[in-house]
């Protein structure tokens, strides 16, 4: 059973910056073939969205909302995925929860806050 644990959020002022980390159990990052590690955030009364993710192949995608500030990338050797929030927002402010998915099952983890406010 792969297990997926994040960290790195907490309280921030606008413009700042946090990154999140995304720890996982097993080799879940050496599967061969197609695998998203990706990340999503949810507030209150919202559908949990997509920020951003990035293929085993290395391709990436981001919501227009983050683009240009935020980065994902992951660390194989590691077995963690980050997510690098630069120049953050009020609207950035969300439970960030990592995942990882696979054709036949994907993976969360338990989310980690993010509260951007001065």
């Known amino acids: 059973q792969v297990q997926l644990v994040e960290s790195g959020g907490g309280l921030v002022q606008p413009g700042g910056s946090l990154r999140l980390s995304c720890a996982a159990s097993?080799?879940?990052?050496?599967?061969?073939?197609?695998?998203?590690y990706q990340w999503y955030r949810q507030t209150p009364g919202k559908q949990r969205e997509l920020v951003a993710g990035?293929?085993?192949?290395?391709?990436?995608n981001y919501a227009d909302s983050v683009k240009g500030r935020f980065t994902i990338s992951r660390d194989n050797a590691k077995n963690t995925m980050y997510l690098q929030m630069n120049s953050l927002k009020p609207e950035d402010t969300a439970v960030y929860y990592c995942?990882?998915?696979?054709?036949?099952?994907?993976?969360w983890g338990q989310g980690t806050q993010v509260t951007v406010s001065s």
């Open positions: 990035i293929s085993s192949s290395g391709n990436t």
């Open positions: 995942n990882v998915w696979l054709p036949v099952t994907n993976y």
């Open positions: 097993g080799s879940i990052f050496s599967i061969k073939g197609m695998v998203w």
